[in-house]
């Protein structure tokens, strides 16, 4: 274990850094107020549907809204096929 605790710890670290600039660049359009037309069609054909994947993709946008920061870190601290 010795042997590979570094390159595990940053395999761990690359990640966890991957995940923040969408997080961050969706926070500041948020504070300006901007809003993104094809996401908000995208909820709007999840709110419509009522498969799985959908209620799914509608909870984790409600649990993130929910938790900010701390949602998204997570929901990625696990592979998530459905967050990712």
């Given at each position: 274990?010795?042997?590979?605790?570094?390159?595990?710890?940053?395999?761990?670290?690359g990640?966890?850094?991957?995940?923040?600039?969408?997080?961050?660049?969706?926070?500041?359009?948020?504070?300006?107020?901007?809003?993104?037309?094809?996401?908000e069609?995208?909820?709007?054909?999840?709110r419509?549907?009522?498969?799985?994947?959908?209620?799914?993709k509608?909870w984790?946008?409600d649990f993130?809204?929910k938790?900010?920061?701390?949602?998204?870190?997570?929901?990625?601290?696990?592979?998530?096929?459905?967050?990712?």
């Amino acid at each position: 274990m010795a042997k590979v605790w570094p390159q595990c710890f940053l395999w761990g670290l690359g990640t966890a850094i991957g995940e923040l600039p969408p997080y961050l660049v969706s926070k500041a359009a948020r504070l300006a107020g901007q809003r993104s037309g094809e996401f908000e069609a995208e909820i709007e054909a999840a709110r419509a549907s009522t498969d799985v994947f959908s209620r799914l993709k509608l909870w984790a946008m409600d649990f993130t809204q929910k938790h900010g920061f701390v949602g998204v870190l997570l929901l990625a601290g696990w592979p998530n096929a459905a967050f990712d």
